[in-house]
């Protein structure tokens, strides 16, 4: 599967951004999505993840409360509705898939995006 993802931008502390990641390819039900993030000079970290239904979630301490995944099997779109943005939370995001369940480990996922940029301005 291919993945696409954008929605990334500049936002003051305190605001919102929606990224999206689209996926190519028939089976996108099929497959756990999730997003990771990258911060310059940190190794990438699991944000959120989402199992195949949508049914089940899971979320980095860090971003439980402010951060909503979710999918639209039928547009083979997942989302990551971020809210109360922090500059902490600047960092390149990347969308990624697996065939394995879903959930927060790195290693679960074989497939991934070419990352969008979100900027956070205090």
């Known amino acids: 599967v291919q993945l696409q993802a954008s929605g990334g931008g500049l936002v003051q502390a305190g605001g919102s951004l929606r990224l999206s990641c689209v996926a190519a390819?028939?089976?996108?039900?099929?497959?756990?999505m999730a997003w990771f993030r990258q911060a310059p000079g940190k190794e990438r970290e699991s944000v959120a993840a989402?199992?195949?239904?949508?049914?089940?979630?899971h979320y980095a301490d860090s971003v439980k409360g402010r951060f909503t995944i979710s999918r639209d099997n039928a547009k083979t779109t997942v989302y990551l509705q971020m809210n109360s943005l922090k500059p902490e939370d600047t960092a390149v995001y990347y969308c990624?898939?697996?065939?394995w369940g879903a959930g927060l480990q790195e290693e679960r996922y074989d497939y991934w995006g070419q990352g969008t940029q979100v900027t956070v301005s205090s």
């Open positions: 990624a898939a697996t065939l």
């Open positions: 989402i199992n195949w239904s949508g049914g089940r979630t």
């Open positions: 390819g028939p089976t996108f039900s099929t497959y756990g």
